[in-house]
């Protein structure tokens, strides 16, 4: 078991929340890519390995797996997320690693805001995820299963639990990659796993488009609404 972070996006932020707030409607999934080329194979002979976390890849269906993998993620790891933050405005000269962690701070995934010691006067400059520190993070993961496949193996259902939202009409999913608003314009998706391959390739398509199909981990976590060194997130 480990503690690591691991970074999100504004919307999956607040598809996590949602999960929180009425379990079942939101994420309880993420797919991260691994370093494996996209033309080799997973080698189902070694189910034993695959079993304790161990992943062999070969290029060659007839050649024993060459390419050792060990995603960076197993059950019972706790995963702190970073997100995009802001501390009070007197505060933007200073670095994160010189802030207290009594300072307030903000949270514009929802526009949510922490005061544990004093209120926060004007909402600071933006600070992206990948420098949030861990004392600043305000969701916690437990893993609880892990799985190594296909990112075009993803089920309708697997992908409504990475946070694709329903209609409220209940006759297709929305495109998470806009406002909610453009479905007056048509913009919306007839199955959760098309929504999906929307917002994969609004983040993916640079290094690992849809269209290539590449290996992934499949993560699946309960999320908790608390810092990870909190009684709660220790739970």
């Known amino acids: 078991m480990a503690d690591r972070p691991i970074l999100f996006s504004a919307p999956m932020v607040r598809a996590i929340l949602r999960e929180i707030a009425a379990p079942g409607t939101g994420k309880t999934q993420t797919r991260r890519l691994l370093n494996v080329d996209p033309a080799w194979h997973l080698d189902q002979r070694r189910r034993a390995a695959a079993e304790a976390g161990h992943y062999w890849f070969t290029e060659d269906l007839d050649m024993p797996g060459g390419l050792h993998v060990v995603p960076r993620f197993a059950p019972g790891d706790r995963l702190w997320v970073r997100e995009a933050w802001c501390l009070d405005a007197q505060m933007d000269h200073v670095a994160p690693s010189k802030c207290s962690p009594y300072e307030p701070r903000g ?104 269209a290539s199909n590449p290996w992934v981990v499949a993560v699946t976590f309960r999320p908790v609404l608390t810092n990870i060194d909190s009684e709660e997130g220790q739970a």
């Open 107 to 210: 949270y514009p995934a929802n526009d949510w805001i922490i005061e544990p010691a004093c209120m926060m006067i004007r909402a600071g400059k933006l600070r992206p995820g990948i420098h949030m520190p861990r004392w600043a993070s305000r969701l916690t993961l437990h893993v609880t299963d892990v799985r190594v496949q296909r990112l075009q193996d993803i089920s309708e259902d697997d992908a409504r639990a990475e946070g694709i939202e329903r209609l409220k009409s209940g006759r297709g999913y929305y495109d998470h990659t806009v406002s909610k608003g453009a479905v007056r314009a048509g913009i919306w998706h007839h199955k959760a796993t098309d929504a999906f391959e929307v917002l994969w390739d609004s983040l993916n398509a640079e290094r690992a488009p849809w």
